[in-house]
């Protein structure tokens, strides 16, 4: 039952992750990663590439690309989301494709060793893709503490410990890594003080197999602002999650509700440890969590391998739902799932089951909404295969795209028309309120050959006008909206 319980898989789920936990540990895939970034599996390759070509350019042209990244909190976010056009002649440049189909086609390669049939390729590609995606999230959120995590996580992710619905286990994997002798020792020690893990550290330095110096049991000046939420309440790390189940093990019901409403407004939650603390409180506290945080909750369900008990979560928190809520969840599904072309689960399937158990009063509120053309052509198409996505989304005339998953939300923006008009729809919802931590954004700049420096840098200096014009009318936007 949802938010009772996690969903148990079945057999050739779990199969499958383990496989797919396989292929991500490959040096080959592990390399290709660290170069390309965490876009080269974010959005699958078959519709990104309709998206990309849009505009029908030549197929021979140039392509520029840079990743940025930003956390939800942060209060030089909008930095964090200006490419840097000065800087465009050195971002990767090349006139091959963007990294999504070489990343597919070299997951295509490895998963072919395995001699499975081939029916199973196209639902363990994606199961690949979502083991990707976890370890993008764990490698986003250690980003907070690690000095130099992303050199750490591609030494320790073949150590990562794992659960059988795909999740990293943090607290075993963090004992793994903290044992492990063959990584740097500064890292290892930062994740003891962070998850309250420094006895086992202490342990192993007493048997003689680790060294190095031990800090003092202060977390380093410079990773005393990371994860702070919990520290009102257990005193330690937000990643601290044995301190956190103590908490909510001894507190009085007002002292859990308190903290897990402070939890929930300023930060993301992994889900598991949500329905700790809710298991921890009464059916009046449940109801004002219900109450006051129904869309982050069902967000929860939006990903794999929660879906199965989307449908038994949203009948308890419909109820709950505003307008702008029941608009956002079916965005979600419309446009992050359905149009970039998810396949891990049914979801034109779910949308029109959301929608039939939906109160009408929400349904009626949609009519007069924009998405809504799309909505009704989706709830009325006669089936799930072969959805003509590249009729309904009008491909051509789309700037970005935007996928949400586990507290991270990715954009993808093509620069090919003006750049008035593109951040406003998804750039300035990404918020924690919504369920998201952290940003990741990747720029994609395609153009025809030029063959002089100058014309590449006309090209550049005409965009970065375009883009210093926008922003500024997004600013005076926001001023009056305040």
């Avoid at 383990?18 to 876009?39: L, M, R, T, W, Y």
């Avoid at 008009?421 to 300035?428: E, I, K, P, Q, S």
Wanted: glycine share 4%.
């Amino acid at each position: 039952m949802a938010l009772r319980n996690v969903p148990v898989l079945s057999l050739r789920q779990m199969a499958m992750i383990k496989v797919a936990i396989h292929v991500c540990n490959d040096p080959d895939i592990q390399d290709f990663v660290k170069e390309n970034g965490s876009f080269s599996f974010v959005f699958p390759s078959d519709t990104t590439q309709i998206f990309l070509n849009g505009a029908k350019l030549k197929s021979i042209q140039t392509w520029a690309w840079e990743n940025c990244f930003t956390e939800a909190s942060s209060n030089s976010w909008i930095e964090s989301q200006v490419p840097n056009y000065d800087r465009l002649p050195h971002w990767d440049m090349r006139t091959s494709f963007p990294p999504f189909k070489t990343w597919t086609e070299l997951v295509e390669k490895k998963v072919s060793s395995f001699l499975l049939p081939r029916k199973l390729h196209p639902e363990l590609l994606d199961v690949i893709r979502l083991v990707s995606l976890e370890i993008d999230k764990w490698t986003k959120e250690h980003s907070l503490i690690l000095k130099k995590f992303t050199e750490f996580t591609r030494a320790a992710q073949c150590y990562f410990q794992w659960n059988s619905r795909g999740i990293i286990d943090r607290i075993k994997t963090a004992r793994t890594l903290i044992r492990n002798a063959s990584l740097p020792f500064e890292e290892r020690n930062i994740l003891a003080l962070h998850y309250g893990l420094m006895d086992d550290l202490l342990a192993y330095r007493s048997k003689g197999l680790t060294c190095g110096k031990i800090v003092d049991m202060l977390l380093p000046t410079m990773m005393r602002g990371a994860g702070e939420i919990w520290e009102p309440f257990t005193g330690e790390s937000d990643f601290n999650y044995i301190a956190q189940r103590n908490f909510f093990n001894k507190s009085t019901p007002e002292q859990k509700l308190e903290c897990l409403k402070t939890v929930l407004s300023q930060g993301c939650m992994l889900y598991e440890n949500f329905l700790f603390c809710l298991s921890q409180m009464g059916d009046d506290q449940r109801e004002v969590i219900f109450k006051e945080y129904a869309l982050k909750i069902l967000m929860y369900f939006m990903d794999w391998p929660f879906q199965c008990q989307f449908l038994d979560a949203a009948r308890q928190l419909l109820p709950y739902f505003k307008r702008t809520d029941f608009q956002r969840v079916l965005y979600v599904i419309l446009y992050e799932r359905i149009m970039i072309g998810w396949k891990d689960f049914e979801y034109i399937s779910l949308l029109k089951e959301f929608w039939s158990q939906s109160p009408t009063i929400l349904k009626q509120q949609m009519e007069t909404n924009s998405i809504y053309e799309n909505l009704k052509f989706t709830l009325n198409y006669s089936g799930s295969n072969n959805f003509p996505r590249e009729i309904v989304f009008d491909y051509d005339n789309l700037t970005r795209w935007a996928f949400g998953f586990r507290g991270i939300r990715y954009f993808l923006f093509i620069k090919q028309k003006s750049y008035r008009g593109m951040f406003v729809d998804n750039l300035f919802d990404f918020t924690v309120n919504d369920g998201y931590q952290f940003g990741s954004i990747f720029y994609v700049f395609p153009f025809r050959r030029i063959n002089s420096e100058k014309g590449i840098q006309t090209q550049i200096k005409q965009w970065k006008n375009d883009f210093i014009s926008t922003l500024g009318g997004l600013f005076q936007r926001r001023h009056r909206s305040t």
